[in-house]
């Protein structure tokens, strides 16, 4: 197959991979696929197997000034692809993106998937603050949402909990459930990680890694530190990325430094991703505190799987997908009085976890997403 792949952020600068690298990397090794890139990350160039298309005319950091700015000339770059590469099936996951190439693969009669990885209204809104800021970005990319859902010829999702909310506004969709790069998350010897973080083996520590963007209430977490430190006077915290589009850690980094807690909050910054499972190794127990039920209620967090993958202990809010697993590694709390508890629970009755992630391998996934891509293209013939 010639697939075109609208992915969700820049592919090739973004520190942080996304499902659609992990997928599309698969599926390029049995596939030509190509993907536009949307300059907004300023990180090392990413080394990929897809055809690399620049879609890039006003550069800017700012996701809606740059999406917006640049929408026509992603439109011309989006229908060029299709034309000259004859696209058999595009793959959008974008928002603004996402209906340029979809207008473009209908005047070809091309197929179109939306892969829809978050409910993007709240992940567009969260970045902004100003509450009536928020709410027109949410209205607006709510609207561009149910577009491109309606446009769409097939639609996945992460989770059932994605599916049974997308079902109520009318959409049908198949679960690709988020996986693990099971060939370098794994366990590994803790002592690797803490020589690196200037960690002592009898400390206690409380791990999080990913993005530090407000879906994740880490303020909260580093509030419950005097209670667990009192309980525990080795426990220390340790929050491996950085801030991509907002201040959100330098307002940690203050609020731990007005709490007197500098020297029990570890900020790594960015790390690069296959160095991830080293900084996992140092962790006592992991973390995914996801800031409200809009987000949690919702989600099946890569980070879920690549703690799993490492055999730790994860501490959750009530995200149902991840609670349906049933894996004996999960915790879930509501509220920083149960996030103390929990974390006291774990401190008290150490375990070996053993979670089976090898069905949620991206090999897996990337199989799924294959069927069901192949399947688009037969039917379109």
Known sequence: MKILLVSTQDYIHHPVPSRHHYIFEYLAEKHEIHVPHFHVSEGDERKTNLIVHEATKFFTKNPVFHYTLNAPHHFKVMKRIIEEEKIDVVVAGNV???????????????????????????????YYKNRILSSLIYNVVLYITGYNLKKSDKITT?????????????????????????????????KIGRDICGISDDDFVIGFLGSIERRFELDEVIKTLPKLIGYNPKTRLLIVGG???????DELKKLAEDLMLSDRVIFTGLVEHKELPKYISVMDVCTIPLSSPEWYGISMSNKFFE?????????????????EIGWDNTFVYENNEEFVEKIKYIMDNPKEYTPDVEPYSWKRRSEDMEAILFDLVNNKK
């Open 307 to 323: 703690y799993s993958a490492c055999n730790k202990p994860v501490l959750i809010k009530p995200s149902p997908g991840i609670i």
């Open 96 to 126: 603004l993106a996402g209906t340029a190439v979809i207008r473009a693969a209908k005047k070809h009669n091309v197929p179109i998937l939306f892969d829809l990885k978050d409910w993007f209204p709240d992940s567009a809104a969260i």
């Open 158 to 190: 992460v989770s059932p909990a994605l599916q049974d909310m997308i079902s109520e506004l009318g959409y049908e969709s198949t679960v690709i459930p988020n996986g693990v790069a099971t060939d370098y998350f794994k366990p590994m010897d803790k």
């Open 243 to 249: 801030s991509l589009f907002t201040d959100y850690l």
